[in-house]
């Protein structure tokens, strides 16, 4: 399905698998207002490449920072701290799983669970 960048209302920065699972949800919603941006390398993350990515959009248009582990895990931290910087002062959030002190749930039925939240947040607008 194409992307109208003019009609986008959330861009999804990720990185890893969680592209895919992003991806083939999107695909079988039938969304089209939500682009998918894959962040190949975290560092050093490139200003240049940021910007060719995120050029297509309007500077209003909000960008969320998705992962599968847990808000206090994972790349958020990381990405967090430069990421302001790097988009000009434009606001990031993220939608990432509850903060936890293990990075999976041990369980398979709750991964599934929350891995389905988790989707359902990245397309909520």
Known sequence: ???????????VLCSGKVFYDLEASRLARGLTNVALVRVEQLYPLSKADLAKALAPY?????????????????????MSARLPALLGGRAVSCIAREESASPATGSPAAHKIEHAMLLDAAFTL
């Open 58 to 78: 309007s500077a209003n248009t909000p960008v969320v920072w998705v992962q599968e582990e847990p808000w206090n895990m994972g790349a958020w931290y990381y």
């Open 1 to 11: 399905t194409p992307i109208d960048p003019a009609k986008v209302q959330r861009v």
